[in-house]
């Protein structure tokens, strides 16, 4: 098994992630002139980045990855999208994202889990827990079907699953105090964001875990045959 890793920037990578999955990974580096392809493997990760989502001048790469997304969800191929690629999901799939009317989302931040999370593969245990957040765009329309499952204080929509093995997650549960000072947030965010290390560690390492659970227990054959592939309608996007 192994899962798809569209990484856009050299500073985005995937952080814990790396050693919580559980499965290997292929990292496609599309900034640095590597092919967005054109199918996953067997699941598929969209990492964060600084670009806007709808930025394809400036990302070329952008409308390929956002087709990726669609067809991923579509055909029920396990897909995590992280903050950038959550956004690239919600417009590949008919939602929407705009520059967020709330200001920059940045440091520790708490998410809380909606009831629709309860039986959730990936947050079913979530409660309450500190994110690292880093984002101004937000999702503020979900795709048709989407089932919202964490909101927070300053953006409501954190994270959402559309379909049966597809999740969308504003913040990001990947990033180690190491990655977030390398993004230049002011000095007392980085301090505030490692000493909430081990707070993060406990809260997201389940998730990445169920993550690689998902993508060896699952196939695309499997996801059409017992009804829970994704669906995705890029109408609108």
Not at 25 to 54: K, N, T
Not at 103 to 108: A, S, Y
Request: hydrophobic share 40%; with cysteine.
């Amino acid at each position: 098994m192994r899962i798809t890793v569209i990484e856009h920037e050299a500073g985005a990578g995937l952080g814990y992630f790396e050693g919580w999955l559980g499965v290997d990974v292929h990292v496609v580096r599309p900034y640095l002139g590597e092919e967005v392809p054109s199918r996953a493997e067997d699941g598929l990760i969209v990492l964060g980045g600084e670009a806007s989502a709808w930025d394809d001048e400036g990302y070329p790469w952008l409308p390929a990855t956002r087709e990726l997304l669609r067809v991923s969800v579509a055909d029920g191929t396990p897909t995590l999208g992280i903050c950038l690629g959550a956004q690239l999901m919600t417009i590949a799939c008919g939602g929407t994202v705009e520059r967020g009317g709330n200001g920059l989302e940045v440091g520790v931040r708490e998410v809380v889990a909606l009831p629709e999370a309860r039986d959730d593969a990936l947050l079913g245990d979530l409660d309450r827990a500190v994110a690292v957040q880093y984002h101004q765009d937000a999702m503020t329309a979900l795709p048709e079907g989407a089932v919202r499952l964490a909101t927070g204080e300053q953006y409501p929509n954190q994270a959402y699953r559309l379909g049966g093995r597809a999740w969308a997650i504003q913040f990001h549960p990947e990033a180690t105090p190491e990655i977030f000072a390398g993004w230049t947030p002011p000095e007392d965010l980085v301090v505030e964001v490692k000493r909430a290390e081990d707070d993060l560690v406990a809260a997201w390492r389940p998730l990445a875990s169920a993550f690689g659970e998902v993508v060896r227990t699952s196939g695309r054959a499997a996801s059409w045959a017992d009804g829970r592939a994704g669906w995705c309608d890029p109408a609108g996007s």
